[in-house]
Nanobody
Framework: QLQLVESGGGLVQPGGSLRLSCVGS????????ITWFRQAPGKEREGVSC????????NYVDPGEGRFTISRDPAKNTVYLQMNSLKPEDTGIYYC?????????????????WGQGTQVTVSS
């Protein structure tokens, strides 16, 4: 059974950091593009960052600031999202997802495989 499981969320002060993990079972994450999405209350789900099957990265949120870094560890079948300099507007539920293709996309409706999400709250 294909499953994605996120972890690593929590409450952090503005300016703090978190590292989210997405562990796959039933599929080899290294074969596919994996995207992190987030959804804030009352807002649509948006793409944060994607790593494709060739390990090329696309950042959708604040691409010029370098606050979000996606990476993968094939040995652990895990994709990470390192988040630094967090802001209150980064608050939301963070999901990892794949549509089992090699290329990146931030079009959420096209994704068929989602984790359950992990809550990130940035507040003082």
């Amino acid at each position: 059974q294909l499953q994605l499981v996120e972890s690593g969320g929590g409450l952090v002060q503005p300016g703090g950091s978190l590292r989210l993990s997405c562990v796959g079972s039933g599929l080899i994450l290294d074969y596919y593009a994996i995207t992190w999405f987030r959804q804030a209350p009352g807002k649509e789900r948006e793409g944060v960052s994607c790593i494709n099957a060739s390990d090329m990265i696309t950042n959708y949120v604040d691409p010029g600031e370098g606050r979000f870094t996606i990476s993968r560890d094939p040995a652990k079948n895990t994709v990470y999202l390192q988040m630094n300099s967090l802001k209150p507007e980064d608050t939301g539920i963070y999901y990892c997802a794949t549509k089992r293709v090699r290329v990146c996309s931030d079009y959420a409706p096209a994704y068929g495989y989602w984790g359950q999400g992990t809550q990130v709250t940035v507040s003082s």
